[in-house]
């Protein structure tokens, strides 16, 4: 008690949720995130580029980095930031299966990535009834285009598993797998732009 005030504890579930944080830092905070992710979308250059035996590698990298990025902005949301965390929450979870695993095929490194992208559009439909007006419209493209995309790879998935198992990915496979994701990675920095742009909603 100094000069008839009582000093506030420090509460840091309010700071590590971003509560503490000014509307505008925060917003500026999730743009930084959004533009990252799209920044992430543009490695997926790489994977027709590199050896086969780093996909797995290169991919847990993307997803992991990705989620984290997309996890902390569901943290600093006010509202039920524990849903708003999930689908980044889930790419961690990709990313670190990818990257402790060993991958001797492509094959199943395929069939992680259309699990994540399913998963995800599981969670971004859970998310989705926590938001409003902009943030939900988005929020809802975002898991109708990952579950899209999902179809689209396991539909490819089983039409060239057999090619695949004899010869290998061909670099147009390996390119079009780099273009989905590409696309999922968008779509999630765009909506991470939106909510950075709902500020007094988000």
Same mark, same amino acid.
């Given at each position: 008690?100094?000069?008839?005030?009582?000093?506030?504890?420090?509460?840091?579930?309010?700071?590590?949720?971003?509560?503490?944080?000014?509307?505008?830092? @925060?917003?500026?905070?999730?743009?930084?995130?959004?533009?990252?992710?799209?920044?992430?979308?543009?490695?997926?250059?790489?994977?027709?580029?590199?050896? @086969?035996?780093?996909?797995?590698h290169l991919l847990g990298v993307m997803l992991l980095a990705a989620g984290l990025l997309? #996890?902390g902005v569901g943290i600093l949301r006010r509202d039920r930031p524990v849903v708003a965390?999930?689908?980044?929450?889930?790419?961690?979870? #990709?990313?670190?299966?990818?990257?402790?695993?060993?991958?001797?095929?492509?094959?199943?490194?395929?069939?992680?990535?259309?699990?994540?992208?399913?998963?995800?559009?599981?969670?971004?439909?859970?998310?989705? #009834? &926590?938001? @409003?007006?902009? $943030? @939900?419209?988005?929020?809802?493209? &975002?898991?109708?285009?990952?579950?899209?995309? #999902?179809?689209?790879?396991? $539909?490819?998935?089983?039409?060239?598993?057999?090619?695949? &198992?004899?010869?290998?990915?061909?670099?147009?496979?390996?390119?079009?797998?780099?273009?989905?994701?590409?696309?999922?990675?968008?779509?999630?920095g765009a909506l991470l732009l939106e909510i950075a742009g709902d500020r007094p909603r988000?």
């Amino acid at each position: 008690m100094l000069g008839g005030t009582e000093e506030q504890p420090m509460d840091f579930g309010r700071i590590v949720r971003g509560e503490s944080l000014h509307g505008e830092m @925060r917003g500026k905070l999730i743009g930084v995130a959004g533009v990252a992710v799209i920044l992430i979308s543009a490695a997926s250059a790489l994977l027709p580029l590199q050896d @086969r035996k780093n996909d797995a590698h290169l991919l847990g990298v993307m997803l992991l980095a990705a989620g984290l990025l997309e #996890a902390g902005v569901g943290i600093l949301r006010r509202d039920r930031p524990v849903v708003a965390a999930l689908p980044g929450i889930c790419s961690i979870a #990709a990313g670190a299966f990818l990257l402790v695993g060993p991958w001797h095929a492509w094959v199943p490194i395929v069939r992680v990535i259309i699990s994540w992208l399913a998963l995800r559009s599981v969670c971004l439909l859970v998310e989705s #009834a &926590a938001t @409003r007006g902009s $943030v @939900r419209v988005w929020t809802l493209i &975002a898991a109708v285009v990952d579950f899209q995309l #999902a179809a689209i790879l396991l $539909v490819g998935l089983y039409a060239m598993t057999f090619a695949i &198992a004899l010869f290998g990915p061909s670099p147009d496979i390996v390119t079009s797998f780099a273009w989905v994701l590409a696309i999922s990675f968008v779509v999630t920095g765009a909506l991470l732009l939106e909510i950075a742009g709902d500020r007094p909603r988000g």
